[in-house]
């Protein structure tokens, strides 16, 4: 039998992941969280209740708006099922040692992250607006002596200074390569946020893992691209065309500290 706090979690994961998608949709184009209220982005009709039950609207509506029959992206299911599992899974993981406090900043975290995947995946930006409180709430954590991997403050505040520091570094080198930067300010300021959380001990672990998931999506596209039989897959790789590529690293980035942060072993 599933206890009765899993199941309130992962409701509660539903509901904040239908804000989520709200966040992603609006957030990179300026616009309101609040207002108005949700709407077709087509036919601009205002959205019943019913129409924004997580996951179920979507299966009863069968993809569609309830309107003008627009076809509804798979991105607001999945986003929330996401949200769901990574609340239930932070709470069977931290259980032994659970405080309220920690959670609420670790969901926050993982949440942020999430967050920021799906807009760097859409718009190959990272807002200030997620990347930079993921610092201070960080620092606070450890502040308050809370941090589940046993931060000092002055441990989280270093490494946080340290991980912007590092990616400058990379960034730098790879100009001089490639005359052309690789790494988006973004990008700098969410390592800080995960040195404040992990700890420059993660920084291996997730710029490798990073770099591994990316070669891996890489190659499973080219696989795609060659089973659907576009040309594309037949095209032989370029080593300068592929230092002027720009796939969003964030996602990568993201799925690695979330890695790190459930079994926060360094592959060193």
Not at 138 to 146: A, E, N, Q, T
Request: with cysteine; hydrophobic share 50%.
């Amino acid at each position: 039998m599933i206890p009765i706090e899993v199941i309130f979690l992962g409701i509660l994961g539903l509901i904040i992941g239908s804000f989520i998608n709200v966040v992603i949709y609006r957030l990179p184009q300026g616009k309101s969280l609040f207002f108005p209220f949700s709407h077709c982005p087509k036919c601009q009709k205002l959205l019943k209740w019913y129409h924004n039950i997580p996951i179920l609207s979507y299966l009863f509506l069968k993809g569609k708006c309830a309107y003008c029959g627009e076809k509804i992206s798979i991105q607001y299911p999945l986003v929330e099922a996401l949200s769901a599992l990574l609340i239930i899974s932070l709470y069977l993981r931290f259980k032994p040692h659970f405080d309220l406090i920690t959670f609420i900043f670790l969901a926050y975290f993982v949440l942020t992250l999430l967050t920021i995947s799906f807009i760097d995946l859409k718009h190959k930006e990272i807002p200030d607006l997620l990347s930079l409180p993921l610092i201070f709430a960080g620092w606070f954590l450890s502040l308050l002596g809370k941090n589940p991997l046993h931060l000092s403050f002055v441990d989280s505040l270093i490494s946080a200074l340290a991980g912007m520091g590092l990616l400058f570094f990379i960034d730098t080198l790879y100009y001089h390569i490639a005359k052309r930067e690789s790494i988006g300010m973004g990008d700098f300021k969410l390592m800080g946020g995960f040195g404040a959380y992990l700890g420059y001990q993660s920084f291996f672990n997730i710029l490798f893992l990073a770099s591994l998931l990316g070669v891996l999506s890489f190659l499973l596209f080219k696989v795609y691209l060659k089973l659907r039989g576009d040309k594309r897959a037949e095209e032989k790789p370029n080593w300068q065309e592929g230092l002027r590529a720009e796939i969003p690293f964030g996602p990568f980035l993201c799925l690695s500290a979330l890695i790190y942060l459930f079994n926060p072993q360094s592959l060193l």
